[in-house]
């Protein structure tokens, strides 16, 4: 081989060992025009979570332009949306199974179809979806609302019992309720986790006196908790329970006594309270 040959062969060497190739400069690390977002929400002792992926506007028509009116709609982009419900719930009015679905959506411009699917990881609306996987379809109407300029799901109005699931992008406002079993599931666990602790019964009556209004229910377990061990936090919770049934002699009373444990305590972390409700029951006749 000629010395030319030699040096020109070199030369493109060199130069394939230099230039990135297409396959290494696809790796850059850029923002996607739709990221991927997760929220989710414990209500009482359900936990909702929704995956998506989150378009913008971008200046676009979005209702009935880019989602177009009476098509289905993953309710994203990139692959549908998932939703998971860690114990059975009510949604919108029909009851859901703890799992995971994915949720599509109709939209139109007068009421929108929400759809639950059993099948949860699929692309979209095309071959993967299947109508007999349906759990559910309902309807719902969406509402006017500030401008969002990415797709957003939050959840607003939560209490133990029940919250709302928002689906905001653009200009409007599509809102579903849910419903959860708080109270019964609480009360199982309250039956299955009575295990002869003080804390236990003290919790399980707090909860009874404060929640249900069961106040005698709630005396008993109290009753329980002190025979087990007298501590402040236990006789604070007889005190109240003895305020709900209208005894506020015996109730001020107990309190006092749980006053004087407390401050004798290491973490008294109630005493403002007690100090308070002390005062306004003493002012009673």
Not at 27 to 56: C, F, N, W
Not at 140 to 146: L, R
Not at 151 to 160: G, R, V
Not at 188 to 196: H, L
């Amino acid at each position: 081989m000629s010395k030319v040959v030699r040096f020109v062969a070199s030369l493109a060497g060199l130069t394939m060992a230099t230039v990135p190739s297409p396959f290494a400069m696809a790796q850059l690390d850029l923002p996607r025009p739709s990221p991927s977002a997760k929220v989710s929400q414990v209500i009482g002792l359900t936990e909702v979570s929704v995956e998506y992926s989150s378009p913008a506007v971008k200046g676009r028509k979005i209702w009935g332009g880019l989602v177009p009116y009476d098509q289905m709609w993953r309710t994203g982009a990139n692959q549908a949306t998932k939703i998971t419900f860690s114990r059975d719930v009510t949604f919108g009015d029909k009851p859901v199974p703890a799992g995971t679905y994915a949720l599509f959506t109709i939209p139109s411009k007068a009421a929108w179809t929400v759809i639950l699917n059993k099948k949860a990881d699929q692309a979209g609306t095309g071959r993967d979806y299947k109508a007999e996987l349906d759990l559910l379809r309902m309807q719902t109407h969406p509402k006017p609302a500030p401008h969002r300029e990415r797709l957003t799901f939050l959840f607003a109005d939560f209490t133990d019992d029940k919250g709302t699931l928002d689906l905001e992008w653009d200009k409007l406002r599509l809102s579903i309720p849910i419903k959860v079993n708080t109270e019964e599931q609480a009360l199982v666990n309250i039956t299955k986790g009575i295990d002869g602790a003080w804390r236990t019964y003290a919790n399980a009556a707090r909860y009874l006196a404060e929640t249900k209004k069961d106040y005698e229910t709630g005396l008993k377990y109290i009753d329980q908790s002190l025979a087990l061990q007298e501590d402040w936090f236990n006789l604070w919770i007889k005190a109240t329970i003895l305020a709900g049934k209208g005894k506020v002699k015996e109730a001020t009373a107990v309190g006092e006594k749980a006053y004087q444990l407390g401050q004798k305590a290491e973490y008294f972390f109630l005493e403002p309270e007690i100090k308070k409700t002390l005062g306004d029951w003493k002012k009673k006749p």
